[in-house]
């Protein structure tokens, strides 16, 4: 990994005024809840901010454990990406749960997890895979509609929440989280969406609403920024682009989303850091602006 801040700095970076400016012109008040978040005014936040493992992609386990130490972090959405959370055996799944746990930290769904065989081995491998991990949410890539009502069957069966993850205008099968909704309304209330930000906005399709369309069927929400509303190259650090970050918690906290707002930054793989410090700089920063605990 190239150019990789030293775990010392980027705890200096979290904790100084340069990662307070990059949540934009916070009020004072805000600044100090980034700064001293032992100190911070407000009442607990309702939004659970967590992390995307894709994020941290290129990191093995134990930096991606050590990264999250330094942001102050618990909550991963795991990937089966580098070491993170293996899928090809169970030993090696039950051994990263281990690390994780060891650490203080929870693994609150899996995914994305791909569904490309319709057929129930296949199926039920993901299946035991995410109750492995002792999660109830699974975010799905790319399930055909054909697919639903057999993975509904293992929803049932699981007691586990199925959340298909949305990809923009060049997914032909779930380009937004009301073509996800069009297709599970009628299903069991288990089966729903991820709504992916940055990709529902580059299809056109208003970030807030569709929080409020989709409602209860909402499980999970990954979360980035966009310089331009249509330009998928133009991902920045939340904070830098045109999200509406506040109305999309103000959304969620209005719904009373049950779920976590998982960090999904896409961009500088070899060195993520950064501009995933940044973002959640300006996350925590946004909610004590709101009045929220930091």
């Known amino acids: 990994m190239k150019n990789t801040p030293s775990p010392s700095s980027r705890r200096a970076f979290l904790r100084s005024g340069a990662a307070i400016a ?3 012109c916070l ?3 805000a600044a100090l809840a980034l700064a001293s978040p032992t100190e911070a005014p407000g009442k607990t936040s309702p939004i659970r901010l967590g992390l995307a493992s894709y994020t941290l992609r290129t990191l093995t386990r134990a930096q991606v454990i050590a990264a999250m130490k330094d942001l102050r972090l618990t909550l991963l959405n795991c990937k089966d990406t580098k070491d993170h959370l293996p899928m090809a055996s169970l030993d090696e799944e039950k051994a990263a749960l281990a690390d994780y746990t060891a650490a203080g930290i929870k693994v609150t769904a ?3 997890v791909y569904f490309r ?5 296949a199926v039920r491998k993901n299946f035991e895979y995410a109750k492995a991990a002792g999660v109830k949410v699974i975010v799905a890539g ?20 199925f959340a298909i993850h949305n990809h923009g205008p060049e997914d032909k099968l779930w380009p937004s989280p009301l073509t996800v909704l069009d297709a599970v309304k009628n299903m069991d209330p288990r089966m729903g969406c991820c709504i992916d930000v940055g990709h529902t906005m580059r299809a056109g399709t208003d970030v807030v609403s569709a929080i409020h369309k989709v409602g209860p069927r909402l499980f999970d929400v990954h979360m980035k920024d966009l310089a ?4 998928k190259e133009s991902q920045v650090a939340v904070g830098q682009g045109i999200m509406p970050v506040r109305e999309i918690f103000e959304a ?6 049950p779920g976590n707002v998982d960090l999904e930054y896409e961009i500088f793989p070899d060195n993520p850091l950064p501009g995933t410090t940044e973002s959640f700089a300006y996350m925590r920063g946004v909610l004590a602006g709101m009045g929220y605990k930091a």
């Open 22 to 24: 990059a949540a934009g």
């Open 27 to 29: 009020p004072t008040g």
């Open 110 to 112: 899996v995914g994305a």
């Open 117 to 121: 065989e319709d057929n129930d081995d």
């Open 142 to 161: 790319d399930p055909t509609a054909a697919t639903l009502p057999r993975i509904e069957k293992f929803v049932k069966e699981y007691d586990i929440r």
């Open 228 to 231: 331009q509303s249509n330009v």
């Open 252 to 257: 969620l906290i209005k719904i009373k989303y």
